[in-house]
């Protein structure tokens, strides 16, 4: 098993950036299928973005060109770096480790809320 936590969320303007962290407390070299996820109030959780195998990662089509992720695998850590945000994109974002036959691991989320 692992855990994760998340951080780096918290309130910006529109237009602004903020890069999430989530920080895995073994080594995340063999999990391949990390990703964010984020829950706006009201609303089903949805995929943001995740690896789908080393480095290849698909998004959402709403954040393409905006939201990068990435992993640092000696830091057990990884990363999504968010660009242009939208009040849209205002939701608690969790992180996530597909482990397989080990399950579906997520953190506790970090809150990003976007307004001016």
């Known amino acids: 098993q692992v855990q994760l936590v998340e951080s780096g969320g918290g309130l910006v303007q529109p237009g602004g950036s903020l890069r999430l962290s989530c920080a895995a407390s073994?080594?995340?070299?063999?999990?391949?299928?990390m990703g964010w996820y984020r829950q706006a109030p009201g609303k089903q959780r949805e995929l943001v973005a995740r690896?789908?195998?080393?480095?290849?990662?698909t998004y959402a089509d709403s954040v393409k060109g905006r939201f990068t992720i990435s992993r640092d695998n000696a830091k057990n850590t990884v990363y999504l770096q968010m660009n242009s945000l939208k009040p849209e994109d205002t939701a608690v974002y969790y992180c996530?480790?597909?482990?397989?036959?080990?399950?579906?691991?997520w953190g506790q989320g970090t809150q990003v809320t976007v307004s001016s």
């Open positions: 073994r080594s995340i070299f063999s999990i391949n299928r």
């Open positions: 690896f789908i195998s080393g480095t290849l990662a």
């Open positions: 996530n480790a597909d482990l397989g036959p080990g399950g579906v691991t």
